[in-house]
């Protein structure tokens, strides 16, 4: 099947710093989207991106779709308490409609 | 309110029983889907359906049936055949049967424990 690498599985950052997760795919993907799940939550879509080189900025949230579709990243300037949570990626190959989820980065701020 | 139920939040079962999982849409979507998620874990397919009465395997369906039988409703069941049942399970839904341009809508899962 279909491989999602998300790097890093976990992330601990001082309140203040920034935080940036990746996700890589061994094959062109059509399109991405980040979702992120709170503690005891459930997913949330955050935003989808479907251009080669596409930039997408969401306050202090940018996101990133690779020159060659095959990667992503999601960086956050200056976390917040209120950034807590598992970012997760999701992908999907053209012909193919599901979407595969990476494994997430679970953002934990230190105050 | 527009939205996604799932029912009940926690479940407990004993050990080769089957248990069915609830969800519900009213958003007038045509996909649903059907993800568990383990701890520590990315979410995995189990099934999904893009049109009413119409449904295909995700990745790990083995000892998991579903029906869709009304737009609204996506009921999944867990047979005694699936070996680690235990797990938290999320419904979602989507716009149209273009399911990976359209974002999903999750609902809050239910944790399923069988002892």
Sequence with gaps: GQQVMQIPQYQHVQEGEDFTTYCNSSTTLSNIQWYKQRPGGHPVFLIQLVKSGEVKKQKRLTFQFGEAKKNSSLHITATQTTDVGTYFCAESNFGNEKLTFGTGTRLTIIP | DGGITQSPKYLFRKEGQNVTLSCEQNLNHD???????DPGQGLRLIYYSQIVNDFQKGDIAEGYS??????????????????????????????????????????????????
């Design chain 2, 66 to 115: 579903v029906s869709r039988e009304k737009k609204e409703s996506f009921p999944l069941t867990v047979t005694s055949a699936q070996k680690n049942p235990t797990a938290f399970y999320l419904c979602a839904s989507s716009i149209d049967r273009s399911g990976q341009y359209n974002e999903q809508f999750f609902g809050p899962g239910t944790r399923l424990t069988v002892l």
């Design chain 2, 31 to 37: 996909a649903m889907y059907w993800y568990r998620q």
